[in-house]
C-alpha cells in the first residue's frame, strides 16, 4: 500500500466514459457546496455522493480525502451541473445528482427517521445494514478498510433494524422513488450463523409487503443449510465477501475476518451457488491494499469458474479508518485490473447482467461492468 499523503498528480483528464469513472472513483469529486447530501461511515465504500454519469448510476467519493484535493470539480451551468477537470468544464459527461429519496422525510409510528433504517443507494437501490455492529470492531481486530461503526456513532443508524420496520421502508421507498431492489447486509453479530439468521428473518418481513429482488451480504455461516433458509426466506442473491484474493494481506488488512480463510470462502461460493444459481452470488475484491495482481486475477478466474461475480472496486480511504490516509490504487492500474477481469467474466459466462439484485446488479461503485459491455 502506498502510505504517502495525498499528492496532485498532473494526469490528462479521461475522455472515455470507462476510463472518466475509473478516474473520477480514485480521485473523487469537489461539489462545490452545489449538491448536497452524501453519506459517511458506515458498511461499505462510503464518503460519496450519487450521481448519473452519462445516465449511468455511479457513486463518487465526495467527503473523503482524495475528494478534497480532486483535480475534478462541479459547476453549475446554464442547463444543469458541468463536471470540470482542474477549473475547466469537459464537453463529454452530462452529469446530474441523483435526487434526495421523498422516504427521507418520513418516520415510523415510534419516530424513527426512515433514512435511519435504509438508504438510496446509487439510483434505484434500497440498502441497510440490519445490524450495525460488528463482533470485528474492537481496535485490534476490525478491517482497516472499514467504517460499520462510525455512522452509529455519529447517530446517522440505529444498531439494530427490526424486521416490521424495514417492510414498512420498503414499501413507501416502493411506492414513492420506485426502487427496483434491495440490498440487506450486516455486522457480524457471531461466529457462528454470522448474522444469515437474522438477514433471513427480515427477508421474510420484506416479502410480506413487497415481491422486489432482494440481495443478502453475510460472512460464511458455519451451517451450509442456511443458504437455503436465506433462499427460502425470499432472498435472490448473496454476497460473500472476500475482501481480497492474497492471504497475506488479507491477514495484514483483516486480522479478525481473515481467520475465515480462502480456501473456505471457495467452500462457500460453492455452496451458496449450488442454491441461488450462477451469477447470484458476488464477492466484493478491493483493489489497492498492497495484494499481488496474479493472485487477485487467478482468485477472480476461480470464483468466476464456479459462477461467483468477483465485484472489483478501487480502495476507498474512509474517514477514521486505519487507511484514512492511504492513497487509492493508481486509475491505471484499476484500467488493467477492469479489463483484464472482464475479459475472464466473458470466458467464463458470468455477467453482471444476469443478476438480480445487490452489487452487482447495481455496479455504481464500480466500473467492471463497463467493461463487460466492451466485449
Not at 443458504?227 to 426466506?233: E, N, R, S, T
Not at 442473491?237 to 495484514?252: A, M, N, P, Q, T
Given at each position: 500500500m502506498n502510505s504517502n499523503k495525498y499528492v496532485k498528480q498532473a494526469v490528462a483528464p479521461a475522455t472515455q466514459l470507462e476510463s472518466l469513472l475509473v478516474d473520477l472513483q480514485n480521485k473523487g469529486l469537489r461539489t462545490e457546496g452545489i449538491t448536497k447530501g452524501g453519506r459517511r461511515g458506515g458498511a461499505g465504500p462510503t464518503d460519496d455522493q450519487a450521481f448519473l454519469l452519462q445516465g449511468q448510476a455511479v457513486m463518487i467519493p465526495t467527503l473523503n480525502g482524495p475528494a478534497e484535493h480532486s483535480p475534478y470539480s462541479l459547476a453549475q451551468g446554464s442547463s444543469g451541473l458541468l463536471l470540470q477537470y482542474e477549473g475547466k468544464p469537459l464537453p463529454f459527461p452530462f452529469i446530474k445528482a441523483v435526487r434526495r429519496p421523498k422516504f427521507y422525510e418520513l418516520s415510523t409510528k415510534d419516530g424513527i427517521p426512515y433514512h435511519k433504517i435504509a438508504v438510496l443507494h446509487g439510483a434505484d437501490v434500497l440498502a441497510s445494514t440490519v445490524i450495525q455492529n460488528c463482533i470485528r470492531w474492537a481496535p485490534d481486530k476490525r478491517c482497516k478498510f472499514c467504517a460499520i461503526g462510525h455512522s452509529l456513532e455519529q447517530g446517522s443508524t440505529i444498531a439494530k433494524k427490526k424486521p416490521e420496520h424495514l417492510a414498512e421502508v420498503v414499501k413507501a421507498a416502493e411506492e414513492l422513488d420506485g426502487i427496483k431492489h434491495i440490498t440487506l447486509t450486516t455486522g457480524t453479530p457471531n461466529e457462528t450463523d454470522r448474522g444469515a439468521l437474522y438477514l433471513a428473518e427480515c427477508v421474510r418481513s420484506i416479502r410480506k409487503v413487497?415481491?422486489?429482488?432482494?440481495?443478502?451480504?453475510?460472512?460464511?455461516?458455519?451451517?451450509?443449510?442456511?443458504?437455503?433458509?436465506?433462499?427460502?426466506?425470499?432472498?435472490?442473491?448473496?454476497?460473500?465477501?472476500?475482501?481480497?484474493?492474497?492471504?497475506?494481506?488479507?491477514?495484514?488488512?483483516?486480522?479478525?475476518?481473515?481467520?475465515?480463510?480462502?480456501?473456505?470462502?471457495?467452500?462457500?461460493?460453492?455452496?451458496?451457488?449450488?442454491?441461488?444459481?450462477?451469477?447470484?452470488?458476488?464477492?466484493?475484491?478491493?483493489?489497492?491494499?498492497?495484494?499481488?495482481?496474479?493472485?487477485?486475477?487467478?482468485?477472480?478466474?476461480?470464483?468466476?469458474?464456479?459462477?461467483?461475480?468477483?465485484?472489483?472496486?478501487?480502495?476507498?480511504?474512509?474517514?477514521?479508518?486505519?487507511?484514512?490516509?492511504?492513497?487509492?490504487?493508481?486509475?491505471?492500474?484499476?484500467?488493467?485490473?477492469?479489463?483484464?477481469?472482464?475479459?475472464?467474466?466473458?470466458?467464463?459466462?458470468?455477467?453482471?447482467?444476469?443478476?438480480?439484485?445487490?452489487?452487482?446488479?447495481?455496479?455504481?461503485?464500480?466500473?467492471?461492468?463497463?467493461?463487460?459491455?466492451?466485449?
Open positions: 413487497s415481491q422486489l429482488p432482494i440481495h443478502v451480504q453475510c460472512e460464511p455461516p458455519d451451517d451450509d443449510s442456511l443458504y437455503q433458509v436465506l433462499k427460502d426466506a425470499g432472498a435472490n442473491s448473496i454476497g460473500l465477501h472476500v475482501e481480497s484474493f492474497d492471504e497475506e494481506v488479507r491477514k495484514k488488512v483483516m486480522p479478525s475476518k481473515s481467520q475465515i480463510s480462502l480456501e473456505v470462502y471457495f467452500q462457500a461460493f460453492e455452496k451458496a451457488v449450488a442454491v441461488f444459481g450462477k451469477n447470484q452470488v458476488s464477492t466484493y475484491v478491493i483493489i489497492g491494499l498492497g495484494e499481488d495482481l496474479e493472485k487477485t486475477l487467478e482468485g477472480c478466474r476461480r470464483a468466476a469458474k464456479l459462477g461467483v461475480y468477483p465485484f472489483v472496486v478501487p480502495l476507498r480511504p474512509l474517514r477514521g479508518t486505519e487507511l484514512e490516509n492511504v492513497s487509492p490504487p493508481s486509475s491505471d492500474l484499476m484500467l488493467e485490473v477492469y479489463r483484464r477481469v472482464a475479459a475472464i467474466l466473458r470466458e467464463e459466462n458470468v455477467s453482471s447482467a444476469a443478476s438480480l439484485a445487490g452489487c452487482a446488479k447495481c455496479g455504481a461503485c464500480s466500473a467492471l461492468s463497463l467493461f463487460e459491455k466492451l466485449g
